[in-house]
T-cell receptor, first 118, second 114 residues
Framework: NAGVTQTPKFRILKIGQSMTLQCTQDMNHNYMYWYRQDPGMGLKLIYY???????DKGEVPNGYNVSRSTTEDFPLRLELAAPSQTSVYFC?????????????????FGNGTRLTVT | GENVEQHPSTLSVQEGDSAVIKCTYSDSASNYFPWYKQELGKRPQLIIDIRSNVGEKKDQRIAVTLNKTAKHFSLHITETQPEDSAVYFCAASGSGGSNYKLTFGKGTLLTVNP
């Protein structure tokens, strides 16, 4: 298994440009997440999905959009890039341990995308 | 929503010493508390986790303790080694139906000096 794969690894955008960060996982996990990591600020949840066709906002969703058409893929869209979106973006996935379980597996993270908006 | 505070932000120890990182959380219904290690330029990776029905868990040189009454949990690393140098994040899950969402602390940069 490749686990969680993110592309690209690095990207530089000009203010106002758009781009899509790709994330795919091959572990058949039903839960997927996008986090951003700013220096000294930990990881902040942007959006998450509990299954194909279902997405919801996290802590810092403004300026981003997501879609989840398949179990494997969870792309993150930036429509009008702003300097405040300069960050490292991590995609992650997890699974519910069983029908009667209230716990999810630990998060499996991708290697991250380093985005700079200038 | 959940709020997680983590201290200290930086910690420097001598090789062989112990290191302790502490976190507090605000939502008394949170039930899952993982710790992640992130080496420079790498992704976060789980090192240990604890659930709310357990007070302590140990895995070789790493241990985590949980005090539900006080709403705090701690990571203990004994006999530290230079390869333990990294940023460590604590996290807490949301309560009830959102237990799959984690709120992270801001991280602790641990430096182990040879």
């Amino acid at each position: 298994n490749a686990g969680v794969t993110q592309t690209p690894k690095f990207r530089i955008l000009k203010i106002g440009q758009s781009m899509t960060l790709q994330c795919t996982q091959d572990m058949n996990h039903n839960y997927m997440y996008w986090y951003r990591q700013d220096p000294g600020m930990g990881l902040k949840l942007i959006y998450y999905s509990v299954g194909a066709g279902i997405t919801d906002k996290g802590e810092v969703p403004n300026g981003y959009n997501v879609s989840r058409s398949t179990t494997e893929d969870f792309p993150l869209r930036l429509e009008l890039a702003a300097p405040s979106q300069t960050s490292v973006y991590f995609c992650a996935s997890s699974y519910r341990r069983g029908p009667g379980s209230s716990y999810n597996s630990p998060l499996h993270f991708g290697n991250g995308t380093r985005l700079t908006v200038t | 929503g959940e709020n997680v505070e983590q201290h200290p932000s930086t910690l420097s120890v001598q090789e062989g010493d112990s290191a302790v990182i502490k976190c507090t959380y605000s939502d008394s219904a949170s039930n899952y508390f993982p710790w992640y290690k992130q080496e420079l330029g790498k992704r976060p990776q789980l090192i240990i986790d604890i659930r709310s029905n357990v007070g302590e868990k140990k895995d070789q040189r790493i241990a985590v303790t949980l005090n539900k009454t006080a709403k705090h949990f701690s990571l203990h690393i004994t006999e530290t080694q230079p390869e333990d140098s990294a940023v460590y994040f604590c996290a807490a899950s949301g309560s009830g139906g959102s237990n799959y969402k984690l709120t992270f602390g801001k991280g602790t940069l641990l430096t182990v000096n040879p």
